[in-house]
């Protein structure tokens, strides 16, 4: 059985397509402007943070800032249009601590440009549908012949996969 990583819960809720593509090392994402732009955001945001918080890795997924005193999980992200997503992420690895012994973790979506942050929890109902999420992905990654359609959707235009999916058009 495949890994599956924080990542995959990310790109399960974004398209099951990029997904796919991601767990066969289909990797664009260094071809991509936005992804170098949040790279660079990850980078400049809070320059102190390096010094303050760890970085961990934990169940094939790496957290960048990780608070051990307070528990506590940071993430930044540029936008929150796809915040569904980014709140599913930091919910895998709420779990995947707690799935290592931590008692009540939490964690904070921080969007910098936006001056914006956000408290995620995890209740007894996303530890279920955690485990839905996880039936899912493994769906996904056990079909080995089907690659999942093009979705569509306006923030494809700014995806690492845009290229790959719709070079025919």
């Not at 303050?52 to 790496?62: A, F, H, L, Q, T």
């Not at 051990?68 to 599913?88: C, D, G, M, N």
Request: net charge negative.
């Amino acid at each position: 059985m495949r890994t599956i990583t924080a990542t995959h819960v990310k790109y399960y809720h974004v398209c099951h397509r990029k997904l796919w593509l991601f767990d066969r090392d289909l990797w664009m994402e260094h071809t991509s402007e936005a992804v170098a732009g949040g790279e660079l955001l990850h980078q400049t945001a809070y320059p102190q943070r390096a010094e303050r918080y760890r970085e961990i890795s934990i169940g094939g997924s790496k957290i960048d800032f990780y608070d051990p005193h307070r528990r506590v999980v940071h993430e930044i992200k540029t936008s929150q249009k796809l915040e569904e997503s980014h709140i599913a992420q930091l919910k895998y690895y709420l779990w995947l601590l707690e799935e290592a012994g931590v008692e009540g973790p939490t964690a904070i979506l921080e969007y910098p440009k936006l001056r914006q942050t956000l408290a995620v929890t995890l209740t007894e109902a996303d530890r279920a549908a955690i485990q839905q999420w996880l039936a899912g992905i493994r769906h996904l990654q056990a079909d080995e012949t089907a690659c999942p359609p093009t979705i569509n959707k306006p923030f494809c235009r700014q995806c690492s996969y845009y290229e790959f999916c719709y070079v025919g058009e």
